[in-house]
């Protein structure tokens, strides 16, 4: 009875990592901007539900005009810049501080009622420039109750639509020691909250036997990442964003489909490092997308916000295997003990190696033929 019920918590656990990640099922809800200041712009990235960015009067878009690696058209990208100057209103010294659009992003999720976005706005800094920052909200005023929520340095102001609020000048300042935190936090929720990032190293875990051997496959992992995310983020490298996406799915089904073939062949799986390394290499590429969207500081800072950001990658993965892998070898231990059930180790490791291939599969579809 108690390895049934661990079989059926890692069921639903499974589940969860294989249905695109969600926050608030609310329709209405605040929309986060957080303030991120640097010495030459001052970056805004806001968060929110998608269907506050869709249901604009004046900027409409489809559901069947969503890209499908979760970007958005071009013409629906430049309503959207001319709304959000028009709708959060910065002044600094009486003059108005227009800004930027340089991305805008979804979270891919089937159910748009479900699905968030994430928008940046790039600000140019005038040198001299230390007057306190007036802002004025009337973002979202189509919708009851809608409200932002300004994070700047240490403090959190909420702003109803139509009010306003003062930003102070220390919470402006240019600060290496908040980069860093910034950064490193972001680089561990990309992966908390990247289930396909997620079930790729659950893959691996799944038919490892031993701290050594997933040790010696993560840090091939690790390295690979790591060189494409510092090329790519630097300008050195490019590869589309949408190839890249399809790429991390069709990884999940190679190593899913690698575990059913392993595991029936009772293969030791000695070529799992160059496996996890070769696929580093792509999901870099992811990692670095989402790091450059954070609107990236300029000169030092920038090689201490990458390697903050990195960190907290290889961070989270650690956080994750050394939370999953004694879980998965406890259940090993338990199901060894009861020889007669049909539900064994083996059979076990089978059936959620299919699972994770066939989730892969799906987002792969998704990826290639949505939109």
């Not at 957080?34 to 010495?39: G, N, T």
Request: hydrophobic letters at 45%; proline letters at 4%; charged letters at 15%.
């Amino acid at each position: 009875m108690k390895s049934l019920r661990i079989f059926w918590l890692s069921c639903l656990f499974c589940l969860l990592l294989a249905v695109p990640v969600w926050s608030h099922p609310m329709q209405v809800e605040a929309v986060v901007a957080k303030l991120r200041p640097q010495e030459k712009f001052l970056y805004i990235e806001f968060v929110g539900n998608v269907q506050d960015i869709t249901q604009i009067p004046s900027v409409t878009l489809g559901d069947e005009r969503r890209n499908p690696d979760g970007t958005f058209p071009a013409d629906f990208q430049k309503k959207l810049e001319e709304y959000i100057n028009g709708g959060f209103k910065l002044e600094q010294a009486g003059q108005p501080w227009p800004g930027e659009l340089t991305q805008v992003r979804y979270d891919n999720s089937l159910d748009v009622t479900r699905s968030r976005f994430t928008l940046s706005m790039r600000y140019p800094r005038t040198s001299g420039q230390t007057q306190a920052i007036k802002i004025t909200n009337t973002l979202f005023d189509y919708l009851p109750n809608a409200e932002t929520m300004i994070v700047a340095g240490g403090t959190t102001q909420r702003l109803k639509t139509g009010s306003q609020a003062t930003v102070n000048p220390a919470d402006m300042a240019t600060n290496l020691m908040r980069n860093i935190q910034q950064f490193l936090i972001s680089g561990m929720e990309h992966i908390f909250t990247g289930p396909d990032h997620m079930l790729f190293i659950f893959a691996f875990l799944l038919a490892t036997t031993s701290f050594k051997s997933i040790i010696k496959t993560l840090t091939g992992f690790t390295i690979a990442h790591s060189v494409t995310l510092i090329l790519t983020t630097l300008g050195i490298l490019s590869f589309p964003a949408r190839l890249v996406d399809v790429i991390v799915a069709l990884s999940i089904v190679f190593v899913g489909v690698e575990n059913i073939v392993g595991l029936r062949k009772d293969s030791a799986f000695k070529k799992r490092f160059w496996v996890a390394t070769c696929f580093g290499f792509i999901h870099g590429f992811a990692f670095a997308g989402n790091l450059k969207d954070m609107g990236l500081p300029e000169g030092s800072a920038l090689i201490w916000s990458l390697l903050s950001f990195n960190l907290g990658v290889e961070t989270a993965q650690v956080l994750l295997c050394c939370a999953i892998f004694p879980l998965l070898l406890l259940w090993r231990k338990d199901t060894e003990k009861r020889r007669g059930s049909s539900l064994n180790w083996k059979n076990i490791q089978l059936m959620f190696s299919g699972l994770i291939a066939g989730a892969g599969l799906v987002w792969m579809f998704q990826r290639l033929f949505s939109g």
